[in-house]
């Protein structure tokens, strides 16, 4: 499949390793330019471009970037993307350490990834986000072993969340439902489920259980 991937640090270069391993066609940008990418295009077979061809074609499109740079991304990013594509978002707001305050999510409430889909003008699936960029590599297993970990997919558009859940157990993971990009807050910083090491039950009773109230730790 034709993949796009935006943003090549920790959780972007870990998906190009594992989904060229896997046989994907895997486009990757970054901010400064597909000749600094040159190591990791050799590394991985993948395509070093430019930020504003990364989606051409592709079918699933993963935005992995600080959240703060979101707004940097170039205006119609998206465009060229296959009909239906799926747009990942990895991204955690962390105002105090990196973000800087935004009034939007914190004053009026919208979800992480519901601001992100805006600055986007596409629909979003939330994967990945609470998720150690280093299992992305380590952490696989195959479907059935009894260590398998699950991770939260939440998202509106239905189609497009089947789809990232197909990859994501091809990658080797569970997924679990966590429902519409408005119940995404269940999966954000500071919740039982943001970091969770554990299998599909566990992941299901931590969303289950998280508080609409954002953490201190994560309030700018
Ligand atoms: N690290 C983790 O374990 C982890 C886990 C789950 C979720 N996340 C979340 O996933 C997102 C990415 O995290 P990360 O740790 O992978 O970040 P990171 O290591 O800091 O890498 C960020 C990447 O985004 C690129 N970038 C920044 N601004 C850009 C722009 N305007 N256009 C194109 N590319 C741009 C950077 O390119 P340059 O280097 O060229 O500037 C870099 O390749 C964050 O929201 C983070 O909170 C991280």
Redesign the pocket.
Known sequence: MKIGI???????GNLTRRLTALGHDVSV????GPE?LRELAEETGATAVR?EDAAKGAEVVVV????K?VP??PAGLLDGAAEGAAVID???Y?PQQRDGRIAAIEDEGLTESRWTEQHLGHPVIKA??????QDILDRHRPAGDPDRMALPVAGDDEAAKRKVRALIDELGFDTVDAGTVADSWRQQPGTPVYGLRAGTAAVEKALADASPERPADFRG
């Not at 940008?29 to 400064?32: E, L, M, P, T």
């Not at 992995?64 to 959240?67: H, Q, Y």
């Open positions: 935006i943003g090549a640090g920790n959780i972007g940008a970054n901010s400064r600094t930020a992995t970037v600080p959240l740079a940097d991304l990895t991204g955690n962390y990945f986000n609470g998720t150690y960029a």
